[in-house]
């Protein structure tokens, strides 16, 4: 019975590319010529670095735009607080990855409403859909691909027929 399982990733590799690109953008713009800020990627960390707390507010945009560009959604950046006084703020920006119950259930539910004969089944941090055609399968991902509510960046796995 073919199936594949859904996963919410971010690919390593497009993201530390993305915080490259924002760096060059941070060096070429006007407004940070002579100014300490700057990028920094760690375990999907994102640390934001500057001088002012606005500065930081203006270098969110350009690292947002930079995700974009790379088709990595935005919706899976998570801000932190900021820290630091003085000389340096600093912020950090998560990258959230894995399936919570909430968009598990939401997902079951499309494939439900799509009256597609596939079964979806929650199981830990992915959803495993399983069913009789190939043809079926890939008209699920299309669905999970066109559907906006999606907060998650998704991708699938295990291909299997």
């Known amino acids: 019975m073919p199936s594949f399982d859904t996963v919410s990733e971010v690919d390593k590799h497009e993201a530390q590319n993305a915080v490259d690109q924002a760096n060059r953008e941070l060096d070429k713009r006007f407004d940070f010529k002579g100014v300490d800020a700057s990028f920094e990627l760690k375990d999907f960390n994102v640390t934001l670095t500057a001088n002012e707390e606005f500065q930081i507010e203006q270098m969110k945009p350009m690292l947002e735009g930079a995700m974009i560009k790379r088709n990595i959604k935005v919706s899976c950046l998570e801000y932190g607080d900021l820290t630091g006084a003085g000389k340096q703020v600093k912020m950090i920006a998560t990258m959230r990855q894995g399936i919570d119950k909430d968009l598990a259930r939401q997902l079951v539910k499309i494939v439900k409403d799509s009256k597609l004969k596939v079964q979806a089944s929650i199981q830990g941090e992915m959803v495993r859909i399983q069913g009789k055609k190939r043809d079926d399968l890939?008209?699920?991902?299309?669905?999970?691909?066109?559907?906006?509510?999606?907060?998650?960046?998704?991708?699938?796995?295990?291909?299997?027929?």
Do not use: C, H, T, Y
């Not at 691909?145 to 291909?159: Q, V």
């Open 138 to 161: 890939q008209q699920v991902m299309a669905l999970f691909r066109g559907d906006e509510s999606i907060s998650m960046p998704l991708a699938f796995k295990n291909f299997k027929d």
